[in-house]
């Protein structure tokens, strides 16, 4: 697939006509190429720590984190789903990566009772020990899989993008607002590791928003940011800080409703602000979508969606690299500075 750059011309601030014209598209909501990015400039320059941080953040180091995942689902059955032994093998992987890392973690357990069966589960929780932890911002990724296939994209491309932003950040950066990261269980039947999660929390330990990744590597890969619109007040906040980010790396994405599918259901059900990052999964890529991000037309973003062919080349790894840098901007300036509603 094509995800050729912007050419260097491209990137130059256009002015005059070239920039009314650029400022007309947009409104109009005409698809335009990457030469449109200059207008959606950001609000304000990211504060320097936010910069150094992703720009630390490489493709490279999620994927990385990503093959590490497959060894450790592939050694264990080939396959994450909650209870099994690669989810339990997977936790513990997660929360020994980011106790090196200087985060404080906790694994609390939940409980799922199905058919008169009752599973005692862990979702891991690591959050930085600098910044105010009764204002935390939090991302999350679910950790399990279906039962077939090895759940790379689905969800192994989350967890490898936040533990790629969490390990460069460190569990001490310099942060007025706590960081927090949320690994969750059983997302694949009905999101009780989270759910179970913001039923649990006090209301100090209530983040100020949340930011769900949920298949961030399709192979066929789009661009969607959820939260725009619908969600909790504080959630388009989010959303338009994402966008803009995507926006200046060339990308325009897809606006997506916050339509309850994956983790960040319960939290907007309690409230919590909340945005969401994902790159398509059996849907089918637009004519537009094509000409915007490359790949096929008329296929689905994920063909191996939920199926044995979920592995390490089911994955776009430019995609995770974008969606990790987005998604490592927003946590950190929302982290550092004041801007939020
Ligand atoms: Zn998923």
Redesign the pocket.
Known sequence: MDHAPCPRSARRRPTGRALRATVAALAAGIAVACSAAAPVAPPAPDPPAVAQLVARTTGDGAYTHLQALAGITQANGGNRATGGPAYDASADHVAAVLRDAGFDVSTPTFVVERDGRRGEYRNVVAQTRTGDPRRAVMAGA?LD?VRRGL?MD??AT?VASLLEIATRMGGSPPVTRAVRFGFWGA??TDYEGSRDYVDSLSGNETPVFYLNL??VGAPNAGYFVQGASGGPDGSATVAADLTRRFVALGVTPDPMDLDGS?DYDPFVNAGIPSAGLLAG?SEHKSADQARRWGGEQGEVFDRCYHSACDDLTNVDRLALDRFTDVAAGTLARFASTGDLP
């Open positions: 679910h899989s759940g689905d969800n989350g997302e694949e949920d298949m994956s999964d």
